[in-house]
């Protein structure tokens, strides 16, 4: 989804995998073992007629053997690690082809050995044509094998312990021959290539060696480690709040047996696919602030003030959480924003309500009424923010003030949101950060939804007055393990916020999916078979079926409205061979708590990046040639779906500034920015003809109308 990351095609290739590893040979090769991921990936051919009349070519296996040795130079050997019939289907196109995952002995791996059963060519025409096992059609695959062999003659190293893939690649152009006298000829030996089977270190996408298994609530640890025993698994990061745990596993499991174990587990509510959600890009793009007109929002900042008693465009009573990389809550623009947490105010404290909202802001604690318990001016920036409040120690007192999931030793002190990927109460994350790249995504994001309008700083935000819980979340480096995020939605709904702005997510697709006009080196998931896929799906919408997001009769209590923005690769959400996380599963179980927004470069088309597809995408607005604010203080250009996504949460939130009585109802919420939506956008998919036409547009003055 993140438009411009520059994922290697290993990464796109780790995402083919997920959730369709097959079981381990039956034949256990001795010594130490490591995982080997097989793969074929298969181009088309071009421009001989012969070729390009061939559909597929299907490969009835009957076993598999590979040639190892303990050291690069050293003494070779056989290891049959498969005796299983396989099927292998090489279609005329570009795709990944998962094989299976197997067994086999740490050290280097020479050659890969697929024996046939039979082999037979399909024809576009329907025509059917096998060929022989002994004989010129395929030379020496019966006696030695269709070998696989490195593209460099440097063997593969597998090391104990840790999965290892390889990649076939069968361009068909080269691998195959045709002509008169023979027929259609495959060649004995095709070359192979090693691939990262996971993302980098804290990078977005799947991993294949791990799993996130949610437990049901009262699941204590020791429970979770007795159960992860059973296979040798064991647990990489523990959740904040909930039950969530993303678990390592042993090359000895798949992650497709690894499905079964867990949810056959009475104390297992559901299981997911380990991801790391990407952070949509927002890529540099010069621009000014023209899509405050496309989005209605001059005639609504003027309505909402109108209806204020204060003579604010928005309320500070509304609270919108961000996860992401967290906010810099000192910024001039955003400090008199960021919320405080009512409940963690000492009681000790005694604090004047001064402009009688109900909530205590930072701007009570401005004024003079207040004087006597306001914290100094820490950082000496000249105004009271939250690091002022995290520095004073009558405020950060060190106690769980609130302590909301009764356990007074998580969660102390969070004044003003929490960081919830290092676990502590600066929501920060960096400061530094001068434009909207991995770190400094957050604070722009959050600049969209609330910056303080006509303050002669900055940028105006959609909601000049509202209250943001900024939540670090992130890596750093550009990703949201989905634990973490599970972790950060779950004190969202704790805390009673009304609104979650989340730019962020990833995909995973079946064989089925059309991606024909998506970026498939950002977040395609290409070429998973379908039973497979439609397991993984099915396991992971039971994992959000859990308190807070619904009660013990499978009642949906959540007050939150999530509003994700779509993703930046151009796919078709409505594609039912499209899953993307977590919003589809959370969508599933929420329903209309639940929004997606999509990117438009003007009142009447889409951005090109922009994922689609009504009605899985239900409201467009503009995420094009924004400027933000950075978390050093300066501005950035900004575009992305990254940016429609806090429009609307940020219109939500002037919604309810004046519509109180849609707190507490985010279907409503929803309901009211998608019926007051114009139409008139058309779906234009990069490099596609129109897909869509007068899909809804926001029309932020006519939500907040009386």
């Known amino acids: 989804m993140c438009r411009g990351m520059n994922r290697s095609c290993s990464l796109v290739v780790a995402l083919c995998l997920v959730m369709t590893v097959t079981g381990c040979g039956s034949d256990d090769p001795p010594g130490p073992l490591g995982a080997l991921v097989f793969v074929i990936r298969t181009s088309p051919a071009t421009s001989d007629p012969d070729l390009t009349a061939i559909d597929r070519i299907v490969i009835h296996t009957r076993s598999v053997e590979v040639i190892v040795s303990d050291t690069p130079t050293g003494s070779e050997s056989k290891v049959t690690i498969d005796g299983r019939e396989r099927t292998i289907e090489l279609r005329n196109a ?26 037979t060519i399909i024809l576009k025409s329907g025509e059917v044509i096998a060929l022989p096992l002994h004989g010129p059609q395929l030379p020496s695959w019966d006696q030695s094998g ?10 593969w190293s597998i090391a104990a312990n840790e999965i290892t893939g390889v990649r076939a690649l069968f361009e068909l152009d080269r691998e195959v021959l045709h002509n008169n006298g023979v027929g259609y000829k495959l060649l004995p030996t095709v070359k192979g290539e090693q691939f990262a089977v996971n993302p980098p270190p804290g ?24 159960i992860n025993a059973g296979i040798g698994a064991s647990v990489l990061i523990a959740p904040i709040l909930g039950t969530a745990y993303r678990l390592k596993l042993p090359p000895t499991m798949s992650v497709q047996d690894a499905f079964p174990f867990y949810t056959g587990k009475p104390e297992v509510q559901g299981v997911l696919p380990a991801v790391n959600y990407a952070l949509n890009d927002l890529s540099p793009n010069e621009g000014t602030q023209a899509n405050h007109t496309t989005a209605n929002l001059p005639a609504a900042w003027q309505t909402v003030q109108d209806a204020s008693t204060l003579g604010l465009v928005g309320s500070h009573t509304v609270r919108v959480g961000i996860i ?21 105010i000492p009681a000790g404290l005694t604090v004047v309500d001064t402009d009688g909202d109900g909530v205590i802001s930072f701007a009570d604690l401005s ?65 530094t950060a001068t434009d909207c790249g991995p770190t400094g995504h957050g604070n722009c994001t959050a600049s969209l939804v609330g910056a303080i309008g006509n303050n002669g700083t900055g940028i105006a935000g959609t909601a000049w007055a509202v ?51 998506a970026s498939k080196k950002t977040q395609s998931t290409n070429d998973v078979p379908q039973a497979d896929f439609d397991n993984g799906v099915t396991a992971g919408r039971n994992a959000f079926r859990v308190p ?62 922009s994922d689609y597809g009504a009605p899985v995408v239900e409201l467009w607005a503009p ?75 926001l029309d932020a003055n006519a939500a907040v109308q009386p």
Not at 408 to 416: A, F, G, H, N
């Open 548 to 609: 807070p997001f619904v009660d013990g009769m499978g009642n949906v209590t959540s007050r939150v409205l999530y509003v994700f923005s779509a993703g930046n690769s151009s796919m078709n959400l409505a594609d039912p061979n499209i899953i993307a996380v977590p919003k589809d599963l959370m969508q599933d179980v929420l329903g209309r708590n639940v929004l997606t927004v999509g990117s438009v470069d003007n009142t009447t088309t889409s951005s090109g990046f």
């Open 623 to 697: 995420g094009n040639a924004w400027t933000a604010v950075t978390a050093a203080g300066g501005t950035s250009d900004c575009t992305g779906t990254s940016c429609a996504c806090p429009v609307v949460a940020g219109t939500a939130a002037l919604v309810l500034a004046t519509h109180p009585a849609l707190v507490g109802n985010p279907a409503g919420l929803h309901d009211r920015l998608t019926s007051t939506a114009a139409a008139g956008v058309d779906v234009r998919p990069g490099g596609c003809s129109s897909r869509e036409s007068n899909q809804p547009l």
């Open 146 to 155: 269709w070998k696989v062999v490195p593209v460099d003659d440097a063997p």
């Open 203 to 226: 990078e977005p996408g799947v991993f294949l060696a791990q799993i996130t298994v949610v437990f049901r609530p009262g699941t204590s640890r020791s429970q979770v480690d007795a």
């Open 467 to 517: 209250s943001i819980v900024p939540i670090q979340a992130s890596t750093g480096i550009g990703a949201v393990p989905d634990v973490t995020f599970l972790s950060a939605a779950m004190y969202l709904e704790a805390l009673g916020v009304d609104i979650a702005s989340i730019s962020q997510g990833w995909h995973i697709a079946s064989e089925n999916a059309n991606l024909s006009c």
């Open 367 to 431: 004024d003079p009424a207040n004087a006597a318990v306001r914290p100094a001016d820490a950082n000496m920036n000249g105004i009271v923010d939250g690091v002022d409040l995290l520095s004073d120690n009558r405020w950060a007192n060190g106690v769980d003030d609130d302590d909301f999931d009764n356990d007074p030793t998580t969660l102390i002190d969070d004044l003003v949101g929490w960081d919830f990927f290092n676990n502590n109460n600066d929501p920060r994350g960096t400061t």
């Open 94 to 119: 570009s795709r990944d082809v998962l094989v299976a995952q197997y067994q086999v002995p740490a050290g280097f791996l020479h050659q890969i050995r697929v024996f046939p059963k039979d082999v």
């Open 324 to 344: 992401d990389t967290g906010a810099n809550i000192a910024n001039p623009d955003l400090a008199g924003n960021i919320a405080i947490n009512q409940g963690e």
